[in-house]
């Protein structure tokens, strides 16, 4: 069982964020996730990094509760180029995109 919080698992900050799907996770202590999302009702790439034993909490966080951190628009689609993401999911992410 992990022993940090899974990328499906960060919700935070409520107010700003919704969580549509993770499109990558390493799955891994320490590992990096991908995810796309609402910032401020607005669709969104956002990032983070699995924690491990000593950090459970992941980065970033605050205040102690694992956040993501959204992806400036300029970089998105660059992300999305990358060959190792699952092809449906980055087709998922476009279609969000451009219906926005």
Same mark, same amino acid.
């Given at each position: 069982?992990?022993?940090?919080?899974?990328? =499906?698992?960060?919700?935070?900050? %409520?107010?700003?964020?919704?969580?549509?799907a993770v499109l990558d996770?390493?799955?891994? @202590?320490?590992?990096?996730?991908?995810?796309? &999302?609402?910032?401020? &009702? %607005?669709?969104?790439?956002?990032?983070?990094?699995? &924690?491990?034993?000593? /950090?459970?909490?992941?980065?970033?966080? =605050?205040?102690?509760?694992?956040?993501?951190?959204?992806?400036?628009?300029?970089?998105? @689609?660059?992300?999305?180029?990358? %060959? &190792?993401?699952? /092809?449906?999911?980055?087709?998922?992410? /476009? =279609?969000?995109?451009?219906? =926005?």
């Open positions: 069982m992990a022993k940090y919080k899974t990328p =499906s698992e960060v919700v935070s900050p %409520k107010k700003n964020w919704g969580l549509i996770d390493e799955g891994t @202590e320490g590992g990096s996730a991908l995810a796309i &999302g609402r910032w401020d &009702g %607005k669709v969104a790439l956002a990032m983070r990094w699995n &924690g491990d034993d000593a /950090r459970p909490n992941g980065n970033p966080q =605050s205040r102690g509760v694992p956040t993501w951190f959204i992806v400036p628009d300029k970089f998105c @689609e660059d992300i999305l180029q990358n %060959k &190792g993401l699952a /092809r449906d999911k980055v087709t998922m992410a /476009r =279609s969000l995109f451009s219906a =926005s």
